[in-house]
């Protein structure tokens, strides 16, 4: 198997019937960097820079950020990075953060985009570290935790206005700033029309979208098999946001840790899904089975399970059925 997924490192990541289905990676640090070339991941799309404010002792200078982004840039060479705005609170706590407060329900708390709009110095330094590494190139952002549309709106502008602080002072500028929302919060479900008009692309944070949406702890062990991703409501839910995006032109990916599952990926694949992130392990498996998928056949087959009434709540057998027979 390591052999095969060697061998298809370097061929295109096409379906069977011709389908092109970008796999990008997932990472969060310069260790992770050599995976780009090893996986043949088409690009970062989740790189969670809140790792790098998890290892420090203190808050990481604004030269180090700078530094770090700089340095993922240049190992990327002209594939695309999108990096993720500090998502920290919730369970990610800094022990050095000494605004964090308490909370009952830390997951449903004061974390990521909540809190760097609430603290705007640490958005402020973090864009003002992510334009000037990628003077001269595309820099991709995207905010985490978006509740409602006003908070991109917000976010927005601050962005505009770092950069007209540092076109300002002569700055090198990156050529072009796509700005994008991760999907993982149910109430976006219901602004879709509005999300989709205020960004360049969303991506869907699975594993949050799925802890809110079934209203169980990502994180509970004596929970982790109850509820499967792979059940109409959820997959009917993935169906409806690549809808919107197609509607709007507006790209939309996903980056949880469905992805990573080879099973999984082909659900996503089979209810529109052109490209998703993944933990680099994952590509040569995903890859292997997307160059076996015959995709249009999925989506009818994805299309009879999801319309089926009575749909027994889980899809598992009836996609493992699938992929054994094709
Ligand atoms: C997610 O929620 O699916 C996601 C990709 O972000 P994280 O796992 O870092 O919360
Ligand atoms: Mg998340």
Not at 65 to 84: G, H, I, M, N, S
Not at 112 to 134: E, S, V
Not at 274 to 302: H, T, W
Request: glycine share 6%.
């Amino acid at each position: 198997r390591q052999e095969l997924y060697r061998e298809t490192r370097g061929e295109p990541s096409v379906s069977r019937d011709g389908v092109s289905v970008d796999l990008l990676m997932n990472a969060g640090l310069a260790v992770d960097l050599p995976q780009l070339a090893e996986s043949g991941a088409a690009g970062i799309g989740l790189f969670r820079t809140e790792l790098q404010f998890m290892v420090a002792a203190t808050f990481p200078r604004a030269e180090a950020q700078e530094r770090l982004y700089r340095d993922v840039l240049d190992a990327a060479k002209e594939k695309p990075v999108t990096f993720r705005t500090i998502d920290i609170g919730g369970d990610k706590v800094l022990p050095y953060f000494k605004g964090a407060v308490n909370e009952e329900n830390p997951a449903l708390g004061w974390r990521a985009i909540r809190l760097t709009l609430d603290r705007p110095g640490f958005l402020r330094t973090q864009m003002r570290a992510l334009l000037k590494a990628a003077g001269g190139r595309e820099l991709r952002v995207m905010l985490p935790m978006v509740t409602e549309v006003d908070e991109i709106l917000r976010a927005k502008d601050l962005i505009d206005r770092e950069v007209r602080h540092l076109s300002r002072f002569a700055h090198h500028l990156p050529n072009r700033v796509k700005l994008g929302a991760m999907l993982e919060v149910p109430s976006l479900m219901w602004q879709l029309e509005e999300l989709m008009s205020a960004v360049d692309f969303v991506s869907v944070g699975s594993n949050d979208l799925f802890q809110f949406i079934t209203a169980t702890d990502r994180g509970s062990a004596l929970l982790s098999d109850r509820f499967d991703p792979l059940s109409p409501p959820f997959l009917r839910v993935l169906k409806q946001i690549v809808e919107a995006g197609a509607k709007a032109d507006t790209p939309v990916t996903l980056c949880g840790e469905m992805a990573s599952r080879p099973l999984s990926a082909m659900a996503l694949i089979g209810v529109g899904f052109r490209s998703i992130s993944m933990s680099p392990a994952a590509i040569g498996p995903v890859k292997a089975m997307l160059r076996e998928l015959p995709v249009a056949d999925l989506e009818v087959c994805m299309n009879g399970l999801l319309q089926r009434p009575n749909a027994k709540h889980s899809l598992r057998a009836d996609l493992h059925a699938f992929a054994a027979a094709h």
